[in-house]
Each structure stands twice: as structure tokens, then as C-alpha cells.
């Protein structure tokens, strides 16, 4: 059973900032791809950022040049750094692992941009 627990959400202003963290109870972290989604209310959950097993990061385009996705395998964690929030960044983001075929989600953290 691989649990995600994500943490750092919270209110923030525009134009601020914030650390998300995820950590993972899973063996051998290292070797899985960990992923950022985001969902908003009325819409679809779409993937914010991505890394692979080598850190490799991938980011949609709203977000890049303003998120920076990485993850500290000594500490079976995955950070979302995000920089220059905006209020249509507002959302419950969440983590994600594919471990062996199986998705795996934490619970979710909120972020709100508002002023």
C-alpha cells in the first residue's frame, strides 16, 4: 500500500508564494515518476507538473517559468515550488504515484490566491 501525504497549502496573495511537499511511504521512491495535479471547482483535474525517476521535470503551460517541480529521494519526497501565484492557480493539488500499473493519490492540499 504506497500512501501520499501532501502539506504546505494555504491563502496566499497574488504575486506570492508557496512550497507544496509530498511525501510517500513507498519503497525504492526512486525509481517512480511523481506527478502534481491540480483540480478547481467546475473543472476537470489537469496535470501541473511532472518528474521523472531522474528528475527530469515537465510543466504545463500555465505554470512555467513560475512553478518548479523536484523531489528529494533520500526523503521519499516531492516538492511543488510555486512562485507568482495567481487567483486562477486557486485549487486542491494533489500528488501522484504510478507504482506497479496502480495510481495512487494523496488527499490533497488547497491553495487559494486571493487578495
Known amino acids: 500500500q504506497v500512501q501520499l501525504v501532501e502539506s504546505g497549502g494555504g491563502l496566499v496573495r497574488p504575486g506570492g508564494s508557496l512550497r507544496l511537499s509530498c511525501a510517500a511511504s513507498?519503497?525504492?521512491?526512486?525509481?517512480?515518476?511523481v506527478g502534481w495535479y491540480r483540480q478547481a471547482p467546475g473543472k476537470q483535474r489537469e496535470l501541473v507538473a511532472a518528474a521523472t525517476s531522474g528528475g527530469t521535470p515537465n510543466y504545463a503551460d500555465s505554470v512555467k517559468g513560475r512553478f518548479t517541480i523536484s523531489r528529494d529521494n533520500a526523503k521519499n519526497t516531492v516538492y511543488l515550488q510555486m512562485n507568482t501565484l495567481k487567483p486562477e492557480d486557486t485549487a486542491v493539488y494533489c500528488c501522484?504515484?504510478?507504482?506497479?500499473?496502480?495510481?495512487?493519490w494523496g488527499q490533497g492540499t488547497q491553495v487559494t490566491v486571493s487578495s
Open positions: 513507498v519503497n525504492m521512491f526512486s525509481i517512480y515518476a
Open positions: 501522484n504515484m504510478s507504482v506497479f500499473g496502480l495510481d495512487y
